[in-house]
């Protein structure tokens, strides 16, 4: 099946610290990714939906200045968490379609541990 | 509003099915049933989907009610490494993937 590919895989950056993540698609082209959060315990939240070319779609009580996304290639869309603090700590995964095949599966990330210190 | 009920919890002897069911009694004719699951610490893994008709891949069987209210995951023989947490999505062919609380699976020796 189709790879996507999520780095760094952990991360632990100073408070105040802007972090990148990044995920790749490696043999589909996805026009659409979409941006997860996981804290322990609980399920994954959709954070966003990032769509090549154009901005960010985020859901309600998620702030686009602080998580800034980024899709600017259609194998690559990048996850900015800006100013972290140890509250944003958490699991973020990455997920994207292949939209131009019949398939209707989505393929995610391994995922990124974020701490902030 | 959620669209799949799971249980919380279930377990499964090594080497035994695991049968997993979700209900979906609201589902619409247009909508598959999607099945992925979440090992620890891992990012989910896509397993099966269907719309109506039963399904099966190197992975799992989807079997899906003739109403489609409802519909179970089938592992035939699990191995420990199947312990994970199991999500039923359901949604048109556009959708976009969101989550329940799932099924967490503990596959026991």
């Known amino acids: 099946g189709a790879v996507v590919s999520q780095h760094p895989s952990w991360v632990i950056c100073k408070s105040g610290t802007s972090v990148k993540i990044e995920c790749r698609s490696l043999?589909?082209?996805?026009?659409?990714m979409f941006w997860y959060r996981q804290f322990p315990k609980q399920s994954l939240m959709l954070m966003a939906t990032s769509n090549e070319g154009s901005k960010a779609t985020y859901e309600q009580g998620v702030e686009k200045d602080k998580f800034l996304i980024n899709h600017a290639s259609l194998t690559l869309s990048t996850l900015t968490v800006t100013s972290a603090h140890p509250e944003d700590s958490s699991f973020y995964i990455c997920?994207?379609?292949?939209?131009?095949?019949?398939?209707?599966?989505?393929?995610f990330g391994q995922g990124t541990r974020l701490t902030v210190v | 509003d959620a669209k799949t009920t799971q249980p919380p919890s279930m377990d499964c002897a090594e080497g035994r099915a695991a049968n997993l069911p979700c209900n979906h009694s609201?589902?619409?004719?247009?909508?598959?049933v999607y099945w992925y699951r979440q090992i620890h610490s891992q990012g989910p893994q896509y397993i099966i989907h269907?719309?109506?008709n039963n399904e099966t891949n190197e992975m799992a069987s989807l079997i899906i009610t003739e109403d489609r209210k409802s519909s179970t995951l089938i592992l035939p023989h699990a191995t420990l490494r199947d312990t994970a947490v199991y999500y039923c999505i359901v949604a048109g062919g556009s959708y976009i993937p969101t989550f329940g609380r799932g099924t967490s699976l503990i596959v026991h020796p």
């Open positions: 609201t589902i619409s004719g247009n909508e598959y």
């Open positions: 043999d589909f082209q996805a026009t659409t």
């Open positions: 997920s994207a379609r292949d939209f131009s095949s019949m398939n209707t599966e989505a393929f």
């Open positions: 269907g719309l109506k």
